[in-house]
């Protein structure tokens, strides 16, 4: 039968989410735990995340054995075989044709910064800024609304021939001591969040504008190349 897996994990600790050979990604411990209880599968993850990048709402999808039925008993078993740095939070049953990655129609991402010095203890998951502009930063996360060819603001070298993709909403809010710049799109480019709040934060700090971020998502310019810190950044949802 074919499972649908939510997951959240400590993007630090791995070399990102999708298989490698050193097996160091989530992937790799996720199927590591899977075979400690001779189930052989393959994982379909909804989207990779880069080293460092965490997940609080990461999707994936396996054929498991009939067997299986008790979805928690599953979820515990795997947890026990699993780092204490990835934990399984939901298993339900999907059709045969279900495909995490394909049918996945929004994707939300969330960036943390916080003003507040970082220490020991969560410094891998928020990234540190002196000042924000709290009023500006409202102001230009929404020029990122919208169809836009995506060219300038993702990863050189990227694999993608169609850089073009559409991003549904954007926010900026303050949450407690932290603030949180909030994504949902289609899908992204490799590292192109990070670009995206990059700029973001350029523009917070007086180093770049809101008519050059324009200007660079019409291709105008390529004023912009520096993103922003991996540690700060979550993929919280997908949406089928």
């Not at 209880?37 to 379909?44: E, K, L, R």
């Not at 394909?102 to 800024?129: E, S």
Request: proline share 2%; glycine share 4%.
């Amino acid at each position: 039968m074919n499972l649908k897996f939510v997951i959240a994990y400590d993007g630090s600790l791995f070399q990102g989410s999708q298989k490698q050979p050193n097996g160091l990604t989530v992937e790799n411990k996720l199927l590591k735990a899977f075979k400690r209880i001779n189930i052989d599968t393959s994982i379909v993850l909804s989207g990779r995340t880069d080293k460092e990048v965490h997940a609080t709402g990461q999707v994936f999808n396996c054929i498991v054995p009939d067997f299986w039925d008790d979805f928690s008993k599953l979820k515990e078993v795997l947890n026990r075989n699993l780092p204490s740095s990835i934990k399984i939070n939901k298993i339900s049953k999907v059709s045969d044709d279900f495909h995490s990655r394909f049918h996945a129609k929004k994707r939300v991402y969330r960036y943390f910064i916080t003003t507040k010095p970082t220490n020991p203890f969560n410094d891998k998951f928020v990234t540190y800024v002196q000042n924000v502009d709290e009023k500006l930063l409202k102001t230009a996360i929404k020029e990122y609304i919208g169809v836009f060819d995506f060219k300038y603001f993702h990863k050189t070298g990227s694999d993608k021939e169609l850089t073009i993709r559409e991003v549904f909403d954007t926010t900026f809010y303050k949450y407690k001591d932290m603030y949180v710049f909030k994504f949902t799109a289609n899908s992204y480019l490799r590292s192109q969040i990070r670009l995206m709040v990059g700029f973001l934060l350029a523009i917070n700090d007086n180093k770049q504008t809101i008519e050059n971020l324009k200007k660079q998502l019409r291709l105008e310019t390529h004023t912009f190349k520096l993103p922003a810190k991996a540690n700060g950044l979550y993929l919280a949802k997908i949406k089928y």
